[in-house]
């Protein structure tokens, strides 16, 4: 699905989303990925729902954003709050849902000017 998001300067808005991944400023993302508000569009090491880590909720909550939205792959699946430990010790929110509504709440939440994290999944 395109996207037509309201870009604020120097942020990283998500174009367009589908089952074979994202583009966020012109560039296709096929595998996991962090999408921060502001810094570098990077790959999240997660092949699958299965093998997520609290290391990798970790490194989520070093960017310190105030709000990450947690896209679980093409349905929607919870983690435990043992996985989440990090972000909820730094009273970092999270929200999960499934990674199509997870781009379009991120782009609304940039959109407002919010400090917002988009970690996507896609499974392999």
């Given at each position: 699905m395109?996207?037509?998001a309201e870009r604020i300067e120097g942020t990283h808005?998500?174009?367009r989303h589908g089952p074979d991944g994202v583009?966020?400023?012109?560039?296709q993302h096929t595998h996991s990925v962090i999408v921060p508000w502001t810094g570098l569009v990077a790959a999240w090491p997660v092949a699958r729902f299965e093998d997520l880590q609290?290391?990798?909720f970790?490194?989520?909550a070093e960017h310190t954003p105030?709000?990450?939205?947690f896209g679980s792959g093409?349905?929607?699946r919870f983690p435990p709050a043992s996985v989440l430990r990090a972000l909820i010790d730094r009273r970092i929110g999270v929200e999960t849902m499934d990674t199509a509504a997870a781009c379009r709440t991120y782009n609304v939440l940039l959109s407002e000017g919010r400090?917002?994290?988009a970690a996507l999944l896609f499974e392999r």
């Amino acid at each position: 699905m395109k996207l037509h998001a309201e870009r604020i300067e120097g942020t990283h808005a998500i174009a367009r989303h589908g089952p074979d991944g994202v583009l966020v400023n012109g560039v296709q993302h096929t595998h996991s990925v962090i999408v921060p508000w502001t810094g570098l569009v990077a790959a999240w090491p997660v092949a699958r729902f299965e093998d997520l880590q609290p290391e990798h909720f970790k490194a989520l909550a070093e960017h310190t954003p105030e709000l990450v939205i947690f896209g679980s792959g093409a349905r929607l699946r919870f983690p435990p709050a043992s996985v989440l430990r990090a972000l909820i010790d730094r009273r970092i929110g999270v929200e999960t849902m499934d990674t199509a509504a997870a781009c379009r709440t991120y782009n609304v939440l940039l959109s407002e000017g919010r400090a917002v994290l988009a970690a996507l999944l896609f499974e392999r």
